[in-house]
């Protein structure tokens, strides 16, 4: 499927900032659900945010919401994830996933298997 490469990871601060990318080539981007995922060490992979294939809706898990903001760029065939006021307990490895879409709605897929195609992942790490 499509090949996805994520970039922006870093060591931030309690209460800081991060802006990843996640760049795809190979597919159809402007079609593509995209998902993003993290997983800290010992624990499962969870879900963070996803965004519908135009760009005009997205969720986030609880433990984000009004925190990070997830948005898609079609025309850079590019999807980001802006995180603010980060949180020692944000600190893992992010990845995004994208999935073709199965019709124009704005459905949005919330597990990992939903997704066909995944990153690299970035990791993030945030210092108390």
């Known amino acids: 499927q499509v090949h996805l490469v994520e970039s922006g990871g870093g060591l931030v601060q309690a209460g800081g900032s991060l802006r990843l990318s996640c760049a795809a080539s190979?597919?159809?981007?402007?079609?593509?659900?995209m998902g993003w995922f993290r997983q800290a060490p010992g624990k499962e992979r969870e879900f963070v945010a996803g965004?519908?294939?135009?760009?005009?809706?997205?969720d986030y898990a609880d433990s984000v919401k009004g925190r990070f903001t997830t948005s898609k760029d079609n025309p850079k065939n590019t999807a980001y994830l802006q995180m603010n006021s980060l949180k020692p307990e944000d600190t893992a490895t992010y990845y995004c996933?994208?999935?073709?879409?199965?019709?124009?709605?704005?459905?949005?897929?919330?597990?990992?298997?939903?997704?066909?195609?995944w990153g690299q992942g970035t990791r993030v790490t945030v210092s108390s």
């Open positions: 965004i519908s294939w135009n760009g005009g809706h997205a």
């Open positions: 996933a994208a999935k073709e879409r199965r019709d124009e709605s704005g459905r949005l897929y919330y597990y990992p298997a939903d997704y066909g195609s």
């Open positions: 190979g597919g159809t981007f402007s079609t593509k659900v």
